[in-house]
């Protein structure tokens, strides 16, 4: 079958949650036809400035910044001026780029294209991780054509007549792997096949309990991980304090790093997962077929790792 090929904004981001998904859709979308034209669309000085380059997309960023819990937070007082920059913005870059449909995941830089875009009429859809759906999806989701979701039971959220239930979109890479892909997983990180290995995962900012409780585990000996390895992504606030520690407390069967950058060779040599609970790990997860210890994170909006 022949598509037409589509001029196609995809807009969000903030974590690796959002990110990654939205590449994944991207990639499909190319796959599916490759004269589609993407623009990703983020948010200043967030990681998806630096990762959707890396995947080979072009990407505009937006001036727009979250809302702090504390109502006072001396940060939220720039949020007006913010926001109004960033819908200026948002309608230059659909103006100039005249996109066939746009694509809201989800994070602070999804809100002002979404509202510009619908607001002038071009088709746009949501699609929403985690089985709690989140602030800015929530206000859009009667603005947009449809909202693809993951969990059954998203109408407390979104009008039912405008839900799609499509799971969540993972990178192709990640699928259950063979013994082949377990060895070169394990040689990729340099890994010692004789024994078994543990994947730690705090999400791509980082988890400090996840990280207290390794310290703590290396501080006291490694006590019954003689015959174990472990992959540690520490997250990148927490690269500076976890490396100074681990200088310390040398350890030779902990391997850590700020971000993994080939999660599918590590999912590949991993035996078992600890893990945070994004949207985006659990279905990474399920789908590598991998044994896991989920800890959601009791920082996010409405506990919604909890509910995913």
């Not at 694509?103 to 709690?132: C, D, H, M, R």
């Not at 603005?143 to 990178?171: D, H, Q």
């Amino acid at each position: 079958m022949t598509y037409r090929k589509l001029r196609v904004i995809i807009s969000g981001g903030g974590t690796g949650g959002h990110i990654f998904p939205a590449v994944a859709i991207a990639d499909r979308l190319r796959e599916v036809n490759p004269g589609t034209e993407i623009l990703f669309v983020g948010a200043e000085g967030r990681m998806e400035m630096e990762k959707v380059p890396a995947a080979g997309y072009a990407i505009e960023g937006l001036p727009v910044a979250g809302l702090q819990r504390k109502l006072l937070h001396p940060a939220n007082l720039a949020l007006p001026v913010k926001l109004c920059r960033s819908l200026h913005r948002a309608g230059r870059i659909i103006k100039d780029f005249r996109p066939d449909v746009v694509i809201g995941v989800g994070g602070y830089a999804s809100a002002p294209v979404l509202w510009k875009a619908t607001g002038k009429g071009i088709p746009a859809l949501i699609q929403e991780q985690n089985g709690f759906a989140g602030l800015t999806n929530k206000l859009l989701g009667r603005r947009v054509g449809k909202v693809c979701v993951a969990y059954e039971g998203m109408e407390r959220f979104f009008p039912a007549g405008k839900i799609v239930l499509t799971g969540n979109p993972i990178r192709s890479c990640i699928h259950p792997y063979t013994e082949e892909e377990r060895q070169a997983g394990l040689a990729y990180y340099g890994l010692d096949a004789a024994r078994k290995h543990l994947l730690v995962l705090g999400g791509s900012l980082g988890s400090g309990t996840l990280n207290r409780a390794m310290q703590e585990w290396v501080a006291a000996g490694c006590p019954g991980g003689e015959g174990v390895e472990v992959l540690w992504q520490c997250g990148r606030y927490y690269k500076a304090g976890v490396d100074a520690f681990m200088a310390g407390h040398p350890c030779e069967n902990v391997r850590h790093t700020d971000f993994i950058g080939r999660m599918d060779w590590a999912y590949a040599a991993a035996d078992v997962v600890i893990s945070r609970s994004g949207a985006l790990s659990v279905s990474e997860i399920c789908a590598a077929h991998k044994a896991a210890i989920f800890v959601p994170s009791p920082n996010v909006a409405e506990d919604h790792q909890t509910h995913n």
